[in-house]
């Protein structure tokens, strides 16, 4: 065959078939009747074949129009999956997000969620600093930064938060014998500590502030003796005994439930902590940031649930 038929017209002849008529084919594709008795005698031509027989009253598929017409069926889908193929490469994000986030949260949850986001986005490079240092986020050209705390103060830049878990007071059990009875705050006054520093702390004061069953606010002043970004440092100090510390209760289940610590003034906490993605201004979102925001919120609770096994 010199001449291959025009898609189109398979693609009116297929709905002429499926329709019965030209005028229901025309009404279901809003063309004209005219213009499908075109196409459909452009292909007759083109194939040298009579595909349907037309009278003043009705029509009738020939046997040969009848397998022709399944094979249509076939092509006209498998072109619809290329163009979609070719549709969704083309819509695809892609370019390079740089992003800055605790080194902790990076290792213990943020991975699998970077690999699974790369895998599904194979044209997106991924530029990732595991730090605890404050980022300069339009300086330095981040497109997100990923923080840890109760709640973002700096009016500058556009917040998505994620919700994560709470901050208990804990203590090895050796150094919970020593404090004595701890059945209020004013009972940890000035204790030793072990003390996680957040981006932007001031340290002229050393105090935790923590909600009691009435989400009644208290202080507790305390003396680190080992101040450190990193919970991991801490959380080592603290099982040794060096202090008190204010954990996330997820990264000391495991040793509250097998006794290692011991969880003071239970019906205490330092409030709910959020992950804060910041970004300088939704303007400035990139498709690829808006992108990963959203894979990050769908897999974030699944994450969390891992890694309170793991810990």
Same mark, same amino acid.
């Given at each position: 065959m *010199?001449?291959?038929?025009?898609?189109?017209?398979?693609?009116?002849?297929?709905?002429?078939?499926?329709?019965?008529?030209?005028?229901?084919?025309?009404? *279901?594709?809003g063309?004209? *009747?005219?213009?499908?008795?075109?196409?459909?005698a452009?292909?007759?031509?083109?194939?040298?074949?009579c595909?349907?027989?037309r009278?003043?009253?009705?029509?009738?598929?020939?046997?040969?129009?009848?397998?022709f017409?399944h094979r249509?069926?076939?092509?006209?889908?498998?072109? #619809?999956?290329?163009l979609?193929?070719v549709?969704d490469?083309?819509?695809m994000?892609?370019g390079?997000?740089? !992003?800055?986030c605790? @080194?902790?949260?990076?290792?213990?949850?943020?991975?699998?969620?970077t690999?699974?986001f790369l895998q599904?986005?194979?044209? !997106?490079e991924?530029v990732?600093?595991?730090?605890?240092r404050d980022?300069?986020?339009l300086? #330095?050209?981040?497109?997100?930064?990923?923080k !840890?705390?109760?709640?973002? #103060?700096d009016?500058?830049?556009i917040v998505r938060?994620f919700?994560l878990?709470q901050?208990w007071?804990?203590?090895?059990?050796d150094?919970?014998e020593?404090l004595?009875?701890?059945r209020?705050?004013?009972d940890?006054g000035? @204790?030793?500590?072990v003390f996680?520093?957040?981006q932007g702390?001031?340290h002229?004061n050393?105090s935790?502030?923590?909600?009691?069953? *009435?989400?009644?606010? $208290?202080?507790?002043? $305390?003396?680190?003796r080992?101040?450190?970004?990193?919970p991991?440092?801490l959380?080592?100090?603290?099982?040794?005994?060096?202090?008190?510390?204010?954990?996330?209760?997820?990264l000391?289940?495991?040793?509250l439930i097998?006794?290692?610590?011991?969880?003071l003034l239970?019906?205490h906490?330092?409030?709910?902590?959020?992950?804060h993605?910041?970004?300088?201004s939704?303007?400035g979102?990139?498709r690829?940031a808006?992108?990963?925001?959203?894979?990050l919120?769908?897999?974030?609770?699944?994450?969390?649930r891992?890694?309170f096994?793991?810990w």
């Open positions: *010199k001449n291959l038929p025009d898609l189109n017209d398979l693609k009116y002849f297929s709905a002429i078939v499926e329709a019965g008529s030209l005028s229901a084919a025309g009404t *279901k594709l063309v004209s *009747k005219s213009r499908l008795s075109m196409h459909l452009q292909l007759e031509q083109t194939l040298g074949v595909l349907i027989e009278s003043t009253r009705r029509l009738q598929i020939t046997p040969l129009g009848e397998r017409y249509c069926l076939a092509a006209l889908s498998e072109v #619809e999956r290329a979609r193929m549709s490469t083309r819509d994000p892609r390079t997000l740089k !992003i800055s605790p @080194v902790l949260f990076a290792q213990a949850i943020l991975m699998p969620v690999n699974s599904q986005y194979p044209d !997106i991924l990732l600093d595991a730090d605890y980022v300069d986020l300086g #330095e050209g981040y497109d997100l930064a990923l !840890i705390q109760r709640q973002m #103060e009016s500058r830049f938060s919700a878990d901050h007071l804990v203590a090895a059990p150094l919970v020593r004595g009875p701890v209020s705050p004013a940890l000035d @204790v030793e500590s996680l520093r957040n702390d001031n002229a050393f935790w502030l923590v909600l009691d069953a *009435k989400d009644v606010t $208290h202080s507790i002043n $305390h003396r680190p080992l101040t450190s970004s990193d991991l440092v959380k080592s100090a603290t099982l040794d005994g060096i202090g008190v510390a204010l954990l996330p209760s997820s000391c289940r495991r040793e097998d006794g290692r610590l011991v969880r239970p019906d906490h330092a409030g709910t902590m959020h992950l993605a910041t970004y300088p939704r303007q979102l990139s690829v808006r992108c990963f925001l959203d894979h919120g769908h897999h974030l609770p699944e994450q969390i891992e890694a096994e793991h």
